[in-house]
Every structure is written in structure tokens, then in C-alpha cells.
């Protein structure tokens, strides 16, 4: 595609329960990136990955979350048992650099609502 | 560890007035900085990058590094120019390598008016 596409766009879930939230990076770019924005705290770091494989999960905030990535493309990011502080904007980016970054090219988001 | 400081959560001028949005940052190596803008309803997207010393809408932003500053400036403000201003670093993630991440700043909202 011509840009990241997430999906769904806004998610109103109920506490407790689990989301998955998708992400289709731009073709070719190996690198991926998921990131939380709430307000009045930026932008926070979830999750990275390269390929299939994530080097860095440093970010992800409880064992709830989990995200996997598969055939280097699409990647799933998971919470189980959802939480109301879990409600966010939650962001994918993707990446062609596989060491410094030098642009990432974000998704439109995925604005997740837990009542 | 990496980290971006913004100061600032807002910032409001007029129009044809000076612009600076502070960016302070913490990191051990080398880094790579960045502006990323996001206009309203509009997906986060980059404005700058200190490598390639341009200048973009009339911004530029210079890497201080003995202030370890990376300030986004424009001299002459115009009402399309508000919206959320994050500054990133690109460094090493926490396994090192040859493994980077993208650590923003937490965003100041520039407002011009009229």
C-alpha cells in the first residue's frame, strides 16, 4: 500500500476484555514500531520490531500486552483483560533502516476506548 | 537511556512573530535528531532531521550537542504552522546492536493566531 494502515480505526471495548489491534507497514520495510499516545504523555515507546523477531519489548507496560509480527509484514499488537488506563491512541510506524533510524512513517492510529 | 525532553506542553504566538520550541536530550553515543509534526486530524509525519541541515516550511533546528539542545525555530510564524511539535532521538534500543528506536519527546502544541 501507499502508506501504514491500522485498523480498526476506533475500538470501544468492554474492561476485561481482550483487543487486537493491526498494523500494515509499507512493502519492504523491515523495521516496525508501536507506540502509545495519551494524552498529556506523548508518544511512548511499546515495542520494536526487525523482521519477525522483536530485540526490544522494553516498552510494553504489563504482560497483558503482547505483539507478534509475521512473514516480516503485518504485525498484531494484543492486550488481554483491557483496562480502563489501557484507553489510548495506539500508533504503528514502519521503517526501511535496519540501524539508525532516519524516517519512520506512521499509521493514521488506532484510538482504543475501554468502558 | 535516551530521553527527550520538550518543556514546553504549549506555546502560543502571533502571527509573523518568532517561533522556538525547546528540545533538550539525554543520550551516551552519538545521536540523531528529529522533528515530527502532526497536523490536526493528520497522521504523525517528519518535518526535519539534523543530518540533512534543511530547512523545511521555514524551520531548522541546530544540534547543540554541548547543550545536547535541538531547538525547532522559525522566524516569522504563520497560522498553518499550529499543530504538535515532538522532537525524537534515534538510538540504541535496549539490546544494542545494531537495533534503534525512536525515543519522542512528550509534544508541545504551537498555536499561531491571527
Known amino acids: 500500500g501507499a502508506g501504514v494502515s491500522q485498523s480498526p480505526s476506533n475500538k470501544v471495548t468492554e474492561k476485561g476484555k481482550d483487543v487486537e489491534l493491526r498494523c500494515d507497514p509499507i512493502?519492504?520495510?523491515?523495521?516496525l514500531y508501536w507506540y502509545r499516545q495519551s494524552l498529556g504523555q506523548g508518544l511512548e515507546f511499546l515495542i520494536y520490531?526487525?523482521?519477525?523477531?522483536?530485540?526490544?519489548k522494553s516498552g510494553l507496560p504489563s504482560d497483558r500486552f503482547s505483539a507478534e509480527r509475521t512473514g516480516g509484514s503485518v504485525s498484531t499488537l494484543t492486550i488481554q483483560r483491557t483496562q480502563q488506563e489501557d484507553s489510548a491512541v495506539y500508533l504503528c510506524a514502519s521503517s526501511l533502516t535496519q540501524g539508525a533510524v532516519t524516517e519512520a512513517f506512521f499509521g493514521q492510529g488506532t484510538r482504543l476506548t475501554v468502558v | 537511556a535516551q530521553r527527550v525532553t520538550q518543556p514546553e506542553k504549549l506555546l502560543s504566538v502571533f502571527k509573523g512573530a518568532p517561533v522556538e520550541l525547546k528540545c533538550n536530550y539525554s543520550y551516551s553515543g552519538s545521536p540523531e535528531l528529529f522533528w515530527y509534526v502532526q497536523y490536526s486530524r493528520q497522521r504523525l509525519q517528519l518535518l526535519l532531521r539534523?543530518?540533512s541541515r534543511e530547512s523545511i516550511k521555514g524551520f531548522t533546528a541546530d544540534l547543540n550537542k554541548g547543550e545536547t539542545s535541538f531547538h525547532l525555530k522559525k522566524p516569522f510564524a504563520q497560522e498553518e504552522d499550529s499543530a504538535m511539535y515532538y522532537c525524537?532521538?534515534?538510538?540504541?534500543?535496549?539490546?544494542?546492536?545494531?537495533?534503534?528506536?525512536?525515543?519522542f519527546g512528550k509534544g508541545t502544541l504551537l498555536t499561531v493566531n491571527p
Open positions: 520490531f526487525q523482521g519477525n523477531s522483536a530485540p526490544d
Open positions: 525524537a532521538l534515534s538510538g540504541q534500543s535496549g539490546s544494542g546492536g545494531s537495533n534503534y528506536k525512536l525515543t
Open positions: 539534523h543530518i
Open positions: 512493502s519492504g520495510h523491515t523495521a
